[in-house]
């Protein structure tokens, strides 16, 4: 059987969910020796990569990267997993929903309550172009499973990850896209 590759996406949230998959500790040495990472903040790789097995999404949708590194994962993905509240609700990255449009957020920011002569930086490069609304994973790309929590905990997404390996369902507390 060939090693499972896996890649991990951090997009719109605050990182717990990756912390809380490097608590599964020594676990990972068993997952090292069945699967290779080929994408993931955690090892500093600057393209995703085709023929990825699996991919666990943290966070939410709220920029035109985002946006785009999303696409690219479904269509170089055979699984995508909503991994934590952000990616599977938009949770507390949403919360900017309610305020509007993404130049209505970025005249607050920077402007109302930031410096009064402060300029909204829309050079190319320098912030990315944010979504009028931020969205959850699955409202822009098809999604196979949901795991739930802020953030999961470890035993949730090794259950999910061990599943996944064997070529199993997940429990039934994953949801299902």
């Not at 994962?73 to 900017?96: E, M, P, Q, W, Y």
């Not at 959850?136 to 390996?165: K, N, T």
């Amino acid at each position: 059987m060939s090693r499972l590759r896996i890649a991990t996406i951090w997009l719109g949230g605050c990182s717990g969910c990756h912390m809380s998959l490097l608590d599964l500790d020594e676990w990972l040495i068993e997952l090292a020796a069945r699967a290779d990472l080929v994408y993931s903040p955690i090892a500093d790789t600057k393209r995703f990569p085709p023929n990825v097995d699996l991919t666990l999404i943290e966070g939410a949708i709220a920029n035109d990267e985002h946006l785009e590194l999303a696409r690219t994962a479904r269509r170089h993905s055979k699984i995508i997993v909503s991994f934590g509240d952000c990616a599977v609700t938009g949770n507390v990255t949403a919360l900017r929903n309610p305020l509007g449009p993404a130049q209505n957020v970025l005249q607050q920011v920077y402007i109302e309550h930031g410096d009064p002569g402060g300029v909204i930086p829309l050079d190319p490069g320098i912030v990315p172009v944010l979504l009028d609304k931020v969205a959850p994973v699955h409202h822009v790309i098809p999604v196979d499973y949901y795991l739930p929590g802020c953030p999961p905990s470890a035993s949730r997404i090794r259950a999910l990850l061990e599943a996944l390996i064997e070529g199993r369902e997940p429990a039934a507390d994953i949801r299902y896209g």
